[in-house]
C-alpha cells in the first residue's frame, strides 16, 4: 500500500524535543510546538504495530507534525512493549499512563491548554489510548484510529499472528481479568469518544468499531464513528492520504 510504505519508510519533520518521562530507555516522547503565544490545544498520541517491539514512534511523527501544524502541541509518547523488558500488560499501559501524567505536568511552562487535551491512538495504540480515558477523566476526549478495541474479538480473529496473546499472556480463559481490565469495549469511559476506521482496513476490520459503538451506546457514553470509504489502516494516519483532511476536521472539532 503506497500509504504506509509512506509512513514507514520515509524520515517525519524533527521534533523540537525529546523528554524523558520516566528512567527506561523506552520512556520518552517527541514534543513538537506550534508558533504562536498559546494557549494550545494539546494532543498525545500512542503509535500501533500490535504492541511489539520492532514498532516505535517514528511513522507517528507525520501525523504529530500535521496536527501541530494544525495548532496542537503534541507529544508523541514511546512506550515499553511486547519484547522489551517489561512491556505488554500492564507494563505498556503503565507507560502510557506515565506519559499522560507527565504531559499536563508541561501545561504551564509550554502553555497547554488543560481543558483541551486529547489522547489519540492508531491500532494497538486505539486500545491503549481508550484504556487510557477510562482511568483518567481529566482529557477532553479521545480518538481512536482503527483501534483494537474489542481484544476478545481480536483474540477471536487472531490479528497479526495472536498478538493479543502475546500482549495480555495468554488466551481469554487463561488470563480473564487482563482482558477485563485492557479491553475498551469492556471498560467504562466518561469522556466522548471518536472513532474512525477505513472501510478497506484488512488489518483491523471496521466491523470492531462498528460493534463497539453499539454497545457503547447502548451503555449511553458518548462515542461517534467516522468511517472514511476506501482507506485502509494506514491511510487515516497518513497526512500526504486523501482521508487526512476528513480526520484532522473532526478532530479539531474536538478542542472547539
Not at 11 to 27: C, E, F, H, N, V
Not at 141 to 163: E, M, T
Not at 220 to 234: M, N, R, S
Amino acid at each position: 500500500m503506497q500509504s504506509s510504505e509512506h509512513i514507514l519508510t520515509d524520515t517525519p519533520p524533527p521534533a523540537d524535543a525529546r523528554l524523558r518521562y520516566g528512567q527506561d530507555k523506552y520512556q520518552f516522547g517527541d514534543l513538537r510546538l506550534p508558533s504562536g503565544p498559546g494557549p494550545f490545544a494539546a494532543a498525545m498520541f500512542i503509535h500501533g504495530g500490535f504492541w511489539r517491539s520492532r514498532y516505535d514512534l517514528s511513522h507517528a511523527g507525520f501525523i504529530c507534525a500535521a496536527l501541530t501544524k494544525a495548532g496542537f502541541i503534541t507529544w508523541n509518547a514511546e512506550y515499553r512493549r511486547v519484547g522489551n523488558p517489561g512491556g505488554g500488560w500492564p507494563g505498556s499501559f503503565e507507560d502510557v499512563t506515565a506519559a499522560y501524567q507527565f504531559l499536563t505536568q508541561l501545561a504551564s511552562k509550554y502553555s497547554i491548554d488543560q481543558k483541551r487535551i486529547l489522547v489519540l491512538g492508531h491500532s494497538a495504540g486505539g486500545q491503549l489510548a481508550l484504556a487510557l480515558a477510562a482511568h483518567h477523566n481529566s482529557m477532553r476526549a479521545v480518538v481512536s484510529l482503527a483501534g483494537v478495541v474489542d481484544l476478545k474479538q481480536a483474540w477471536k480473529l487472531h490479528l497479526s499472528n495472536d498478538a493479543v496473546s502475546e500482549f495480555l499472556g495468554g488466551p481469554p480463559e487463561r488470563v480473564p481479568d487482563h482482558y477485563r481490565e485492557a479491553s475498551p469495549i469492556d471498560l467504562d469511559i466518561h469522556c466522548p469518544q471518536l472513532l474512525v476506521h477505513g472501510t478497506q482496513d484488512d488489518i483491523v476490520p471496521i466491523a470492531m468499531s462498528r460493534e463497539y459503538v453499539i454497545a457503547k451506546e447502548g451503555k449511553k457514553e458518548h462515542v461517534q464513528l467516522l468511517e472514511l470509504p476506501k482507506a485502509g489502516h494506514f491511510e487515516i494516519v497518513d497526512p500526504a492520504s486523501g482521508a487526512w483532511a476528513q480526520v484532522q476536521k473532526k478532530v479539531l472539532e474536538l478542542v472547539r
